[in-house]
């Protein structure tokens, strides 16, 4: 009963006090230490160490990228092949979807954000839709592969995927697939939204990247990962190891060489709250599994599904995006994986299809709020330093359309390959 109570009081907290959730998590995880809930050993043996390591060794990696410049050059250089401020503007959210399938969504926002207000003020267009374009779409890509935010990372422990199952898994068509049905459908939609904007754009300077070394880092962590099922089959160590790795290399190349700022600022920036909150929430859900409230639960909730396969997966990703509008996505996902499993394994459906559905579900539900996903956040907080207070309900009326379009894309090619 206290791991029940533990998790549903830090859900809580999650709700209401989201800035403070690694403190929250760290809490919930020493209340089950201290009481006997879970020993020292077993609450380390929870936490999945391969997916905290994939995720900080690819935020490192991250970081770098930024820093060399490389996400500007590349967005300069897409907005000076558009001929007006639609196409600029759809360019723009384009780029930003593919750079988050590598970097963190947050990183995206804050990279991309300048030049797409140095664009607006030059062809005096309101940046409001083109920032709320940018974060959206930057949520929208980080569900697609291995390394692009920690839900995708946490259903590869989980399936032990590998890098290269995110886009053909058991012989079949694999989430990176489905994320992209739902990217165009919401890219299409975009552009009808600033489809009366055709005024025609000037050219934006074209920064030099500093160095391609942090490039070739990145992509070299990809052709690693497609290796992965071949030396690490169960995905414990293979994925974790190599970003650390290759993250560790980056740090003392950037030690010995360009140093662009103090080391001390570079590893303040990265993102020690999400790698912490991570850890805790993994023993919170890990004490429930223990328990067996999780078994629990989904045989609750399994007669009420009827064995009805299409009424499952729909009641399954509409649960999810409403959840995660307004909730971090992190410990819902955690949770609800071996609730999904269960539930396939007593209406005898295939896995993958409840589990893809949930992933796509908790993932793009994020973007109908401002306070669904961090990157909403900090756009809101851009626009509101360059002078434009945009409400809950303004954002909530871009975001709902998109998510809309873009769920239903995804949902319905996800469907008809594996149902």
Same mark, same amino acid.
């Given at each position: 009963?206290?791991?029940?109570?533990?998790?549903?009081?830090?859900?809580?907290?999650?709700?209401?006090?989201?800035?403070?959730?690694?403190?929250?998590?760290?809490?919930?995880? @020493?209340? $089950?230490?201290?009481?006997?809930?879970?020993?020292? =050993?077993?609450?380390? #043996?929870?936490?999945?160490?391969?997916?905290?390591?994939?995720? /900080?060794?690819?935020?490192?990696?991250?970081?770098?990228?930024?820093?060399?410049?490389?996400?500007?050059?590349?967005?300069?250089?897409?907005?000076?092949?558009?001929?007006?401020?639609?196409?600029?503007?759809?360019?723009?959210?384009?780029?930003?979807?593919?750079?988050?399938?590598?970097?963190?969504?947050?990183?995206?926002?804050?990279?991309?954000?300048?030049?797409?207000?140095?664009?607006?003020?030059?062809?005096?267009?309101?940046?409001?839709? =083109?920032?709320?374009?940018? @974060?959206?779409?930057? *949520?929208?890509? &980080?569900?697609?592969?291995?390394?692009?935010? %920690?839900?995708?990372?946490?259903?590869?422990?989980?399936?032990?995927? *590998?890098?290269?199952?995110?886009?053909?898994?058991?012989?079949?068509?694999?989430?990176?697939?489905?994320?992209?049905?739902?990217?165009?459908?919401?890219?299409?939609?975009? #552009?009808?939204?600033?489809?009366?904007?055709?005024?025609?754009?000037?050219?934006?300077?074209?920064?030099?990247?500093?160095?391609?070394? =942090?490039?070739?880092?990145?992509?070299?962590?990809?052709?690693?990962?497609?290796?992965?099922?071949?030396?690490? =089959?169960?995905?414990?160590?293979?994925?974790?190891?190599?970003?650390?790795?290759?993250?560790?290399?980056?740090?003392?190349?950037?030690?010995?060489?360009?140093?662009?700022?103090?080391?001390?600022?570079?590893?303040?920036?990265?993102?020690?709250?999400?790698?912490?909150?991570?850890?805790?929430?993994?023993?919170?859900?890990?004490?429930?599994?223990?328990?067996?409230?999780?078994?629990?639960?989904?045989?609750?909730?399994?007669?009420?599904?009827?064995?009805?396969?299409?009424?499952?997966? /729909? $009641?399954?990703?509409?649960?999810?995006?409403?959840?995660?509008?307004?909730?971090?996505?992190? %410990?819902?996902?955690? #949770?609800?994986?071996?609730?999904?499993?269960?539930?396939?394994?007593?209406?005898?459906? %295939?896995?993958?299809?409840?589990?893809?559905?949930?992933?796509?579900?908790?993932?793009?539900?994020?973007?109908?709020?401002?306070?669904?996903?961090?990157?909403?956040?900090?756009?809101?907080?851009?626009?509101?330093?360059? &002078?434009?207070?945009?409400? /809950?309900?303004?954002?909530?009326?871009?975001?709902?359309?998109?998510?809309?379009?873009?769920?239903? @894309?995804?949902?319905?090619?996800?469907?008809?390959?594996?149902?």
């Amino acid at each position: 009963m206290i791991a029940l109570a533990t998790f549903i009081l830090c859900y809580i907290c999650f709700v209401f006090f989201g800035t403070k959730r690694a403190i929250i998590a760290m809490i919930g995880a @020493a209340i $089950l230490l201290l009481t006997r809930t879970v020993s020292p =050993p077993d609450a380390v #043996a929870l936490v999945h160490w391969n997916v905290v390591g994939l995720f /900080f060794g690819t935020l490192i990696l991250a970081e770098l990228f930024m820093q060399s410049h490389m996400p500007a050059v590349m967005a300069e250089w897409v907005v000076n092949r558009t001929k007006t401020a639609r196409g600029a503007v759809v360019a723009i959210a384009a780029l930003a979807s593919v750079i988050s399938i590598f970097v963190e969504n947050v990183a995206v926002v804050l990279l991309i954000a300048p030049i797409a207000i140095k664009l607006c003020e030059k062809i005096k267009l309101s940046p409001i839709k =083109p920032i709320i374009f940018l @974060a959206i779409f930057s *949520n929208i890509q &980080g569900t697609a592969t291995l390394i692009g935010d %920690p839900p995708s990372m946490i259903l590869a422990g989980y399936l032990k995927m *590998n890098f290269m199952d995110f886009f053909i898994y058991q012989g079949k068509t694999s989430i990176f697939f489905f994320v992209q049905a739902g990217a165009l459908a919401a890219l299409l939609l975009a #552009a009808w939204m600033m489809r009366r904007h055709k005024e025609p754009i000037q050219l934006v300077a074209v920064e030099q990247p500093r160095s391609l070394i =942090p490039s070739c880092l990145l992509f070299l962590l990809v052709a690693l990962l497609t290796l992965a099922s071949l030396i690490d =089959p169960d995905f414990t160590w293979f994925a974790g190891a190599s970003a650390m790795s290759l993250a560790v290399a980056g740090l003392i190349w950037y030690v010995l060489g360009p140093r662009w700022t103090s080391v001390a600022i570079l590893i303040k920036q990265l993102d020690w709250d999400t790698s912490i909150f991570l850890i805790g929430v993994f023993i919170l859900v890990g004490a429930l599994i223990e328990a067996n409230w999780i078994t629990a639960f989904a045989e609750g909730i399994s007669p009420y599904l009827e064995g009805n396969l299409l009424w499952t997966y /729909f $009641l399954i990703i509409t649960f999810s995006v409403v959840i995660s509008a307004f909730i971090d996505n992190v %410990p819902y996902l955690l #949770a609800m994986i071996p609730v999904v499993q269960n539930i396939s394994d007593k209406i005898n459906a %295939p896995i993958p299809l409840l589990i893809f559905a949930l992933l796509i579900g908790s993932c793009l539900g994020g973007n109908i709020t401002p306070i669904g996903a961090s990157a909403n956040i900090v756009a809101m907080g851009i626009l509101k330093k360059h &002078g434009h207070i945009v409400s /809950f309900n303004a954002f909530t009326r871009i975001g709902i359309i998109i998510t809309l379009a873009s769920v239903a @894309a995804s949902s319905l090619s996800l469907w008809l390959v594996w149902s």
